[in-house]
């Protein structure tokens, strides 16, 4: 079962434009969400993450946004960058529970 | 460089096999998780060991088996394959094992079963 869809499979932006990566979930009970991008041949990497006690958490040129009425997040990211190009992966875990879920990622592509 | 070692990169191996993918966590994490990602979908968490004994279980199948060592290294042995279990299988691993700790992920071992 899918409990953590991002419904985009890819996204082009131009460079310095903004980039915004969006998720939605139906697991109610998830309160901690994360931002993974990959590189090909690469392993994910940890971008960002926010708990549901907050609705926005900046990180330099990345912010992620959590909609908890509407089980929804996203990832802006600005300005873009021909580097920010990669797969995005959002996931999401409820409690101490480690069975984080991935959605199936995004491919951004950000043209100079 | 995420400090996970996965091992082989690639494996190409035949239906009714049995193989064995190798990870070594990042110097100073104590837990290690497997996730298998097929095409174009999420990653699909396996299992989770903390400090050599099992933490979390995902959607592991009864052929696929996993451990962790004394040493912290961790295998997960995939037996009698089938064409449905070629996929990308990463290993991560987290210093503290609980859920806001992030996973540093190693590069992945690409399995092919024909």
């Known amino acids: 079962d899918q409990q953590v869809k991002q419904n985009s499979p890819s996204l082009s932006v131009q460079e310095g434009r903004i980039s915004i990566l969006n998720c939605d979930y139906t697991?109610?009970?998830?309160?901690?969400f994360l931002w993974y991008k990959k590189y090909p041949a690469e392993g994910p990497t940890f971008l960002i993450s926010?708990?549901?006690?907050?609705d926005k958490n900046e990180d330099g040129r990345f912010t992620v946004f959590l909609n908890k009425s509407a089980k929804h997040l996203s990832l802006h990211i600005v300005p873009s960058q021909p580097g920010d190009s990669a797969v995005y992966f959002c996931a999401a875990s409820e409690g101490n529970n480690n069975d984080m879920r991935f959605g199936a990622g995004t491919r951004l592509t950000v043209k100079p | 460089d995420s400090g996970v070692t996965q091992t082989p990169k690639h494996l190409i191996t035949a239906t009714g096999q049995r193989v064995t993918l190798r990870c070594s966590p990042r110097s100073g994490d104590l837990s290690v998780y497997w996730y298998q990602q097929s095409l174009d979908q999420g990653l699909q968490f396996l299992i989770q060991y903390y400090n050599g004994e099992e933490r979390a279980k995902g959607n592991i199948l009864e052929r696929f088996s996993a451990q962790q060592f004394p040493d912290l290294h961790s295998e997960l042995n995939l037996s009698s394959l089938e064409l449905g279990d070629s996929a990308l299988y990463f290993c991560a691993s987290s210093v503290t094992g609980r859920v806001n700790s992030p996973l540093h992920f190693g590069n992945g071992t690409r399995l092919t079963v024909t």
């Open positions: 926010i708990s549901s006690i907050k």
């Open positions: 697991n109610s009970m998830f309160d901690y």
